[in-house]
């Protein structure tokens, strides 16, 4: 019986990975929208092995009528297996030629290199290329996001964590108690203010 349910397990997800495309090295412009793919390939190769981060840049036409720019990124990220082992420092830059408004470009990020680039970083440096890409300016606005993401992991050294968050150095009893002690204060202002006219 749990022999046939892992069969049919392993059925679906290779029936879903078929309907992925596969790599075709680091620059994969499956909707020809770039003007100089063999120019950013030789730059990734070189980053690669300067750096050991491996990038790939997706271009789409358009996604899968099932899937987001969210789930198809993680899954594309995970079946293409990105970055090196043990270091997990892939990086997966997606761009959708008619993508809606937040399904037309995106960073995914493997686990290696996220304390080098928050995610507000990786937001700006979107919002840089952002106007580029709907000028049709496709080529410039995968580059201004390569370039973002050079700057950010300018101090990358692989299995060494960077940028730890403020929380990771506060003791839990600690933060619950500032916690705690914040909520009592706004609630606090919020009843002196509440106006008599509401309920």
Not at 67 to 90: A, H, P
């Amino acid at each position: 019986r749990y022999i046939a349910i892992l069969i049919v397990l392993l059925m679906v997800s290779s029936v879903f990975a078929s309907h992925l495309p596969s790599p075709t090295g680091y620059v994969n412009d499956f909707a020809g929208i770039l003007t100089d793919p063999s120019g950013m390939e030789s730059a990734l190769r070189a980053y690669e092995q300067n750096t050991t981060v491996e990038i790939a840049v997706v271009t789409l036409s358009e996604l899968p009528p099932d899937q987001t720019l969210f789930s198809y990124g993680v899954e594309l990220f995970q079946e293409w297996g990105i970055g090196k082992k043990g270091e997990d420092n892939g990086i997966l830059v997606l761009m959708v030629k008619n993508g809606t408004t937040g399904n037309r470009l995106r960073i995914e990020l493997g686990y290696g290199v996220q304390g080098y680039i928050t995610g507000a970083e990786a937001g700006r440096i979107l919002d840089d290329a952002l106007p580029y890409y709907e000028a049709d300016d496709y080529q410039l606005a995968a580059e201004i996001i390569l370039n973002g993401l050079s700057e950010e992991l300018a101090g990358y050294v692989p299995g060494q964590p960077q940028k730890q968050e403020i929380f990771d150095y506060v003791p839990l009893p600690m933060l619950i108690y500032f916690i705690f002690f914040f909520g009592i204060i706004v609630a606090s202002a919020a009843l002196r203010n509440r106006c008599p006219y509401c309920m």
